[in-house]
Nanobody, 119 residues
Framework: QVQLVESGGGLVQAGGSLRLSCVVSGSIFSLNAMGWYRQAPGKQRELVASITSGGVTNYADSVKDRFTISRDNAKNTVLMQMNSLKPEDTAVYSC?????????????WGQGTQVTVSS
């Protein structure tokens, strides 16, 4: 059974930094993407950043040049360094693993971690 455990959220002042970590346990298909989504109150969940098993990254325009996603395939871990945080970054951040299967795809989700940026 695949489980995702997140850590690293918290309260920080604007301009500060946080690092989110997500450890994936269980067996996942070798072709996959790991990423972080966020959902603020009253808003839809949105993709923040993702990284494929081959290392290709993708970022939301709102976080480019501020957030950096990385992964350690040997440890099945995905990290996201968040710098220059803004109040509008406040949200619940959820880790996602998407398996790219021959017949489709399958998603796994973490429980979410709260990030609050004060002005």
């Amino acid at each position: 059974q695949v489980q995702l455990v997140e850590s690293g959220g918290g309260l920080v002042q604007a301009g500060g930094s946080l690092r989110l970590s997500c450890v994936v346990s269980g067996s996942i298909f070798s072709l996959n993407a790991m990423g972080w989504y966020r959902q603020a109150p009253g808003k839809q969940r949105e993709l923040v950043a993702s990284i494929t098993s081959g290392g290709v990254t993708n970022y939301a325009d709102s976080v480019k040049d501020r957030f950096t996603i990385s992964r350690d395939n040997a440890k099945n871990t995905v990290l996201m360094q968040m710098n220059s945080l803004k109040p509008e970054d406040t949200a619940v951040y959820s880790c996602n693993v998407r398996e790219i299967l021959p017949i489709g795809r399958r998603d796994y989700w973490g429980q979410g971690t709260q990030v609050t940026v004060s002005s």
